[in-house]
């Protein structure tokens, strides 16, 4: 069983629309997640981090997290095209062990 | 310079070579991490240190050996490294450890 999963995608929605990135998590001790956002050929960018059960909310993005279904998910709202790239999520386990996810592609169609 | 940087940015080695990567960090931060990230699979954290003490070794072969002089630098020393070894070796730093972490540039190896 993988410590984070995610939806490879590819995930495409239009510029404007919504776009729903989901991540699952194994180990239920896990205390922080996160949400990195990697551009081809770059190196991963903080998005937003989440530490407690409900919704935090930074501009278009919305980061929610759900301990008892130890489910992440981030919301883009409004995408636009420079929103395409890879998302990656990232959960802090015990100790100072991160697990990251292989990460969704997205995909904004002009 | 600003935020976290690696040196180099690229780098061709071959298995018998010893080589080392340099990061350094511009952030105030306390704790830096190596990771290895491989076409089609997740993000790897290999090693990390909070205010100068290794806290997690996940593992990695003895051919990587990490070394940190103090809170803004990082190394990674290589010896006879393998071809499945060539992956893109990214340096992170985050205030103390278990905290957001933020990325370098980092490092593309090529092994041969």
């Known amino acids: 069983q993988k410590e984070v999963e995610q939806n490879s995608g590819p995930l495409s929605v239009p510029e404007g629309a919504i776009a729903s990135l989901n991540c699952t998590y194994s180990?239920?001790?896990?205390?922080?997640f996160f949400w990195y956002r990697q551009y081809s050929g770059k190196s991963p960018e903080l998005i937003m981090f989440?530490?407690?059960?409900g919704d935090k909310e930074d501009g278009r993005f919305t980061a929610q997290l759900n301990k008892a279904s130890q489910y992440v998910s981030l919301l883009i709202r409004d995408s636009q095209p420079s929103d395409s790239a890879t998302y990656l999520c990232a959960v802090k386990s015990r100790g100072n062990q991160f697990y990251f996810g292989t990460g969704t592609s997205l995909t904004v169609i002009p | 310079e600003t935020g976290v940087t690696q040196t180099p940015r690229h780098l061709v080695m071959g298995m018998t070579n010893k080589k080392s990567l340099k990061c350094e960090q511009h952030?105030?931060?306390?704790?830096m991490y190596w990771y290895k990230q491989s076409a089609k699979k997740p993000l790897e954290l290999m090693f990390v240190y909070n205010f100068k003490e290794q806290t997690e070794n996940n593992s990695v072969p003895s051919r990587f050996s990490p070394e940190c002089p103090n809170s803004s630098h990082l190394f990674l020393h290589l010896h006879t490294l393998q071809p499945e070894d060539s992956a893109l070796y990214l340096c992170?730093?985050?205030?103390?450890?278990?905290?957001?972490?933020?990325f370098g540039p980092g490092t593309r190896l090529t092994v041969t």
């Open positions: 989440i530490y407690s059960n």
């Open positions: 952030l105030g931060h306390n704790a």
């Open positions: 180990d239920r001790g896990s205390q922080s």
């Open positions: 992170a730093s985050s205030a103390p450890a278990g905290y957001e972490q933020y």
